[in-house]
């Protein structure tokens, strides 16, 4: 059974630029959600994605945007890159109906500068 | 809105002594509480859930819907069980969780 694989691991941007960060779910799962977790925070909600539709979404601008992959793999995507952007992003799979049984990713470390 | 609060950023506790981890949740529905906790060098995990009533690693919590508290408790404290630990909410039958700050717990010998 594979885990969460979240790609890249550190990223650094500049103010204004646009990212993209990549997730590949558990096998298995068929729903994938995205938090950030800025320093000293918890994770906060950012969206989910169920067959291939945002299924709720945080307190987030549009400026974030995902994408779900027929084999549920996920893309979150930020454009007009913020100082604030900076943190950790986590990618969490799961069984949709099932929230408990998310598997969370290593994250990936964007540093805006 | 819902909110977890957890107010304790750090707790140290010495190795065998008992352990208690606040957490107090804001939410007027019927709340689904869960303890998740990130060891050093490793991705976050679910540690227990207040549905299952069940122990984990020495570890439970209850909840508590008068004080809207889902406090994590351990009789004796050892040091593997040093991590960051984070109460969530999980409202509405959705999938989406909100999370405490964290609380830092060392364990010292």
């Known amino acids: 059974e594979t885990g969460v694989t979240q790609s890249p691991t550190h990223l650094i941007k500049t103010r204004g630029q646009q990212v993209t960060l990549r997730c590949s779910s558990q096998s298995g799962h068929n729903t994938v959600s995205w938090y950030q977790q800025a320093l000293g925070q918890g994770p906060q909600f950012i969206f989910q994605?169920?067959?291939?539709?945002?299924?709720g979404r945080g307190n987030f601008p549009p400026r974030f945007s995902g994408l779900q992959f027929p084999n549920y793999s996920s893309e979150l995507n930020v454009n007009a890159l913020e100082l604030d952007d900076s943190a950790l992003y986590l990618c969490a799979s799961s069984l949709q109906g099932q929230g408990y049984g998310y598997t969370f990713g290593s994250g990936t470390r964007l540093t805006v500068v | 809105a819902q909110r977890v609060t957890q107010p304790e950023k750090l707790l140290s506790v010495f190795k065998g002594a008992p352990v208690e981890l606040k957490c107090n949740y804001s939410y007027s529905g019927s709340p689904e509480l869960f303890w998740y906790v990130q060891y050093s060098r490793q991705r976050l995990q679910l540690l227990l859930r207040?549905?299952s009533r069940e122990s984990i690693k020495g570890f439970t919590a209850d909840l508590n819907k008068g004080e809207t508290s889902f406090h994590l408790k351990k009789p004796f404290a050892q040091e593997e069980d040093s991590a960051m630990y984070y109460c969530a909410l999980r409202t509405g039958g959705g999938n989406k969780l909100t999370f405490g700050t964290g609380t830092q717990l060392k364990v010292e010998l």
């Open positions: 994605y169920y067959r291939e539709e945002e299924n």
């Open positions: 207040h549905i």
